[in-house]
Nanobody
């Protein structure tokens, strides 16, 4: 059983910052790609950023230069540092991880950016 537990969401003004965390627990070896996705009301879930086990990173164009993804393999944790937040970043943010070849999702954490 694999569980992903996210934290760090909340309400912030435009231009502010938030840091999301996601901790994996259970039978979690090996953890391969980890990432963050988001879903705004009325829209499809979209990729925000991913990081491979070796540290290769991919960002959505809309967050490049503002968001930073990182992972601590010893803590089975992935982070998303979000700076210069915009109202259009408002969404439910989901943690994603591949354990061996199986894909898992967190329950989501709400991020709301007010203008």
């Amino acid at each position: 059983q694999v569980q992903l537990v996210e934290s760090g969401g909340g309400l912030v003004q435009a231009g502010g910052s938030l840091r999301l965390s996601c901790v994996l627990s259970g039978t979690i070896w090996p953890i391969n790609d980890m990432g963050w996705y988001r879903q705004a009301p009325g829209k499809q879930r979209e990729l925000v950023a991913t990081v491979t086990r070796s540290g290769s990173i991919n960002y959505a164009d809309s967050v490049k230069g503002r968001f930073t993804i990182s992972r601590e393999n010893t803590k089975n944790t992935v982070y998303l540092q979000m700076n210069s937040l915009k109202p259009e970043d408002t969404a439910v943010y989901y943690c994603n991880a591949f354990v061996f070849t199986s894909e898992y999702w967190g329950q989501g954490t709400q991020v709301t950016v007010s203008s």
